[in-house]
Nanobody, 129 residues
Framework: QVQLVESGGGSVQAGGSLRLSCAAS????????IAWFRQAPGKEREGVSC????????YYINSVKGRFTISRDRAKDTVYLQMNSLNPEDTAVYYC??????????????????????WGQGTQVTVSS
């Protein structure tokens, strides 16, 4: 049974940092893409970053490039999202999600939340100005 458990959310001031963790179990990460999505009140869920379990390729939306880093610890079956230089626009509930890799590019996969069949419970990130 696929299970994803997020942790690491919280409240920080603008310019601060947080690291989110997504502990995965019940499947082989090598065959999956792991994504971080976020959803702010009144806004659609958007893909923030993705990583391919097979080759480590990554994807970021433009608004977080240079500030966020996604990584994977193979030994712990955990994916991290290091978030630096946070600003109030980053405030949202962040979700970890998984889907099997396909012939589509990682970018295409990460832009389609409906394609992700497994989701974590979400963790709140609040950035104050």
């Amino acid at each position: 049974q696929v299970q994803l458990v997020e942790s690491g959310g919280g409240s920080v001031q603008a310019g601060g940092s947080l690291r989110l963790s997504c502990a995965a179990s019940g499947f082989n990460l090598d065959y999956y893409a792991i994504a971080w999505f976020r959803q702010a009140p009144g806004k659609e869920r958007e893909g923030v970053s993705c990583i391919s379990g097979s080759n480590g390729n990554t994807y970021y939306i433009n608004s977080v490039k240079g500030r966020f880093t996604i990584s994977r610890d193979r030994a712990k079956d955990t994916v991290y999202l290091q978030m630096n230089s946070l600003n109030p626009e980053d405030t949202a509930v962040y979700y970890c999600a998984a889907r099997r890799l396909s012939i589509n590019t990682l970018t295409a996969l990460c832009k389609a939340p409906a394609g992700f069949g497994s989701w974590g419970q979400g963790t709140q990130v609040t950035v104050s100005s």
